[in-house]
């Protein structure tokens, strides 16, 4: 038995930020069905690479088969009014929870709000995630996470401290958000289960970000502080940086928080004369040469792979850790024994490593068992079997496109 | 306490143990938002993440940590001596009424003590025991320590973030804590719901490594599906055109720097419209980007050369603007983009005022009240928002032990004298 059997979610969502709550409840066992339409496909399918082997494709998107695992998918034209208006209440109506992370108002303007779906399902529990929030005077601005990732203060904050803000991959902020709504519809259902009453949820990506953040600003109301970025530096630890290691572009983190850990590096790196240096004997010395430090210890950690320098460390009680590349997280040891990926075929995408839930539940293993559906892939199952219309009725909006 | 007000939170009939460090500190305070009765259990004298700055007036001091307080609000707090015999038979009394025990000590920790998950089952079937390290309870990693910055390395985030030739890099302010603690409190109330269906609690393993796998997105897939591998670009956006152009994302303006990026799609070709039309508004657009058509302007087909002539003009009329003038101009236009915000942009931003999002706090010991970041979300049935400040060290330690486990306070007392409160 899984944590969420029984669950009925639907989405009205696209890209990452309302899909990916669906995933992580999908891979926990509830049913999940991803809402989209061949008028406006998922935009994850039309626009975003990866595409297998570099070729567009609808069902081709790497993107898209991370997100969407384990889910039903279907297509409705909710532009077609009044008619795909209905249908969609009906699939509401047979749900637990919508999820929706369309600009705000959109829903509203289809006659899909919380309130019309509410008359249709008195305890529903419905989750609005965007940008900005749904109300307050810039709520109607769209935008894409990788862009609200600089308004929330995340760019500014990475970078070298003599060079411009740097990017931080993919819509960042998106997946801050995605834990944030999975957690509030979690809370959602189970107040519902005690009171038998719903929710309206309004999620406004900017705010989670800004939980994250809360320290430093307390920090500038308190002392007028403005965080600024400043490399790999830390104000609690020196050492603290990436080093080069032997190879082409080979990286391992070190930091170092007490003198004790300071004497272990040293006595790792043979005791070099530099390091009984008075320049580095005292945290604070070694904060004030910190260049210097950095220098030689790089030309330590030249002569090793990041991975012996790694281990090395460790067992010496010093904290280390290579730098893993996008292809490395698919071999390194410990995720690999997790295991934290789970290969599943495709018909056009072939083998591909969906993503476990980052927490192990023993009693309730998760998913993904279920590869990302096609296009379209479940509507008659869905609509004939789950929802209940007659061969006829679907035959119909499918005829009209209203099914489409 | 305002426990009428915390009754109104979505979690507020549960009680939550939470013996984390900076790890774990976002799990409870999330279970907190939502109204549980979180209790934080320090060690004597303190937890150690109290050193952590920024401070208070900038004065390194357990009570006047900023990290602490932005961090374990809505919780109280009590201490404890895990090491004692007598430490232990209360925790193990305090555990019996939990619903939810989190925990970021070394893998076996507490099994060594005989309090870990076994026992814990044995006293509480229902609990739910969420224990959060940075590669999990078992595996090649488990014995490794870590900070942020090795957390971030092994997660494959820093191999992002920098430019070519130059280290990889983390994000200035810590942000492994964060992901954890909030993929924790998932974690934790997935087991929540098992535990409701089934009156089986179990214990749920977190890995920090695993859970900043989010943190980059899809970067990977371009390895699995086709044997690219995703590295850092810097401030420059890559993988959208087929030429292999790469777009500028960050541009200096008059204080500071934008985020802009020249993309495809309906909403980009909007944008870089609505763009034209604002520099033309001000005379700054030249002849060939006036003319340009957007609707046939294929970003994957786009080349550097192009690109760069495009970016050129744009450059130049972005140099002559503010932050606060490029953020009102996107939302009026309904353009893509924002300027890179500083914490000081954040609070002067309107949209936090007409969402209520601030939330001001009393700090009687520091005699004033504090601004802090609310709730994460807001629920049309529930709070979910700031109930208290964070507790002090062992500011609740009568009001529990005393008021709940019927331990006298002379008793508390000679607790407190033998080190073990």
Same mark, same amino acid.
């Given at each position: ?94 749900? =637990? ?161 007490? =003198? ?17 240096? *008075? ?79 980052? +927490? ?40 009209? *496109?209203?099914?489409? | ?31 907190? =938002? ?20 920024? +401070? ?261 009329? +972005? ?31 309107? *949209? ?23 709730? +994460? ?45």
């Amino acid at each position: 038995m899984k944590a969420l059997d029984g669950i009925k979610v639907v989405e009205f969502a696209a890209f990452a930020a309302g899909p990916a709550v669906g995933k992580h409840l999908a891979d926990h066992g509830a049913t999940v069905v991803h809402v989209e339409s061949r008028a406006r496909p998922d935009g994850f399918r039309t626009h975003y690479p990866p595409y297998k082997d570099n070729i567009h494709g609808l069902d081709r998107s790497g993107l898209f088969a991370l997100c969407n695992n384990d889910k039903l998918d279907i297509t409705l034209n909710l532009k077609k009014m009044p008619e795909a208006t209905e249908l969609a209440k009906k699939i509401a109506a047979w749900s =637990d929870v919508v999820i929706e992370n369309f600009s705000p108002g959109t829903m509203g303007r289809l006659g899909l709000d919380y309130e019309s779906l509410k008359k249709v399902k008195p305890d529903l529990i419905m989750l609005s995630s965007s940008n900005l929030g749904q109300t307050g005077p810039h709520a109607h601005h769209a935008g894409f996470g990788s862009q609200l990732s600089s308004l929330a203060g995340f760019t500014h904050l990475t970078g070298y401290p003599d060079g411009p803000p740097q990017i931080l991959y993919g819509p960042y902020i998106d997946y801050i958000a995605v834990a944030y709504g999975a957690v509030a519809i979690l809370a959602a259902l189970d107040y519902r289960r005690r009171t038998g009453k719903g929710n309206y949820i309004d999620i406004a990506q900017y705010e989670t970000g800004l939980q994250y953040l809360a320290p430093i600003l307390l920090d500038y109301q308190l002392n007028g502080t403005v965080a600024d970025r400043n490399g790999n530096r830390d104000p609690h630890a020196a050492p603290h940086g990436a080093y080069r290691c032997k190879g082409t572009d080979d990286w391992c983190a070190i930091s170092v928080h007490s =003198d004790t850990e300071w004497r272990a590096l040293c006595r790792v790196m043979g005791d070099p004369e530099w390091s009984a240096d *008075q320049n580095f004997s005292s945290f604070e010395a070694r904060k004030q040469n910190e260049d210097d430090l950095d220098r030689r210890i790089g030309e330590w950690t030249r002569a090793f792979t990041p991975r012996e320098v790694m281990e090395k460390l460790q067992s010496a009680g010093v904290k280390a850790g290579v730098v893993n590349t996008m292809k490395d997280v698919y071999t390194d040891p410990q995720l690999a024994q997790r295991p934290q990926w789970v290969e599943l075929e495709h018909p056009e995408i072939g083998k591909m490593h969906y993503q476990r839930p980052p +927490f192990l539940l023993d009693k309730t293993p998760p998913g993904p068992s279920k590869r990302a559906p096609l296009l379209a892939e479940h509507n008659a199952y869905f609509y004939r079997e789950l929802l209940g219309l007659s061969g006829q009725e679907y035959e119909r909006l499918v005829r009209e *496109q209203v099914i489409y | 306490m305002s426990s009428n007000d915390r009754e109104a939170g979505l979690l507020s009939p549960y009680r939550v143990l939470d013996l984390t460090d900076e790890l774990g500190f976002l799990c409870g305070k999330i279970l907190g =938002d939502l109204g549980a009765d979180v209790i934080k259990v320090e060690r004597p004298g303190g937890d150690s993440a109290r050193r952590l700055g920024p +401070f208070y007036r900038n004065q390194p001091d357990p009570e006047r940590s900023l990290y602490w307080f932005g961090f374990n609000d809505n919780k109280r707090g009590i201490t404890l001596n895990l090491q004692s015999a007598r430490g232990r038979e209360l925790f193990l009394q305090l555990a019996a009424k939990a619903d939810f025990i989190i925990e970021t000590f070394s893998p076996g920790y507490l099994d060594g003590l005989d309090i870990g998950y076994a026992a814990l089952r044995r006293i509480n079937p229902r609990v739910v025991l969420t224990s959060i390290t940075p590669f999990g309870q078992r595996g090649p990693y488990s014995r490794f320590e870590a900070s942020d910055i090795e957390m971030m390395a092994l997660s494959g985030c820093m191999s992002l973030t920098g430019d070519p030739g130059r280290p990889p890099l983390r994000v200035t302010f810590p942000q492994s804590y964060g992901w954890t603690g909030s993929y924790a409190a998932m974690g934790a109330l997935i087991a929540h719901s098992y535990r409701q269906l089934t009156g089986e609690g179990q214990q749920v393993d977190v890995s920090a490594q695993a859970c900043l796998l989010w943190a980059f997105s899809h970067a990977h897939t371009f390895w699995d599906l086709n044997r690219h591998v995703e590295k850092r670009a810097g401030s420059f956006m890559t993988g959208r055109s087929i030429t292999g152009a790469r777009m500028r994302v960050f541009w200096p303006c008059k204080d500071g720097y934008l985020n802009f990026i020249i993309y495809g799609g309906e909403a980009g070709r909007r944008t870089n419209q609505a763009l034209v039309d604002w520099m033309d508004s001000r005379g700054a657009v030249p002849q060939f980007l006036k003319q340009k058509d957007w609707k046939t302007f294929d970003i994957a087909q786009v080349t550097q050369e192009e690109i760069d002539r495009m970016e050129e003009p744009i450059a130049d009329f +972005f140099a002559g603007v503010t932050k606060t003038e490029f953020f009102k101009e996107v939302v009026k236009r309904q353009m893509l983009g924002y300027p890179v915000a500083s914490v000081k942009e954040i609070f002067e931003d309107p *949209q936090h005022e007409a969402r209520g999002f601030w939330q001001q706090i009393e700090h009687p010991e520091l005699a004033m009240s504090i601004d802090y970041p609310g709730g +994460f979300a807001k629920f049309s049935t529930g709070d979910c928002k700031i109930w208290r400040r964070a507790p002090l060290i062992g500011e609740h330690n009568e009001e529990i032990y005393c008021g709940e486990f019927g331990i006298t306070k002379d008793e508390l007392e000679k607790l407190k004298q033998d080190g073990i409160i």
